[in-house]
């Protein structure tokens, strides 16, 4: 299964649908805290819509405490510093996808603390970053792709497609 980190969320919209793309997917969604809204905000549970009940969530008072009870997971870190193109990455299918808060991203230590796993959406020059919802969509797309879609499958949605 994979999964999608969310550290330190900021927009109840963003985290409503990063959610609603988990839950369509199969991946595991887990937040850190502190988030920047209420988890009964209206606008994180209207932009999950009616995909509450197929998530699986989990939530964090640090990351630290994401790495401890995942110790041996492989992790990739989100960030437009990344030295590698997301699509160059060999996610496994038990990776961990971590993404940073709205405002400033991931902390600069835990960055340089895992150079190698650091991967990037590539940009046209002088755009500053992407939609936090639409970053974790491309590359967790891309995770799954890798993966041939593999927990999708059980759902029927796949069979009879030659790939």
Partial sequence: MLNVVLVE??????AGNIARTCA??????HMVRPFGFSLDDKS?????????????ICYYDSFEEVRARFPDAPFFYATTKGGHIYT???FPDDSFLVFGKETKGLP??????????????PMVEGARSLNLCN???IVLYEALRQNRFGNMQLFGKLKGIAF
């Avoid at 895992?114 to 991967?119: G, H, L, P, S």
């Fill in 9 to 14: 969320p900021e927009i109840p919209v963003n």
């Fill in 24 to 29: 369509a997917s199969g991946a595991r969604l």
């Fill in 108 to 121: 600069e230590d835990l960055l340089r603390a895992n150079r190698d796993a650091c991967v990037r959406i």
């Fill in 44 to 56: 994180l549970k209207r932009a999950g819509l009616d995909y509450w009940n197929l998530l699986d």
């Fill in 88 to 90: 160059d990455a060999c």
């Fill in 135 to 137: 970053s974790v969509a």
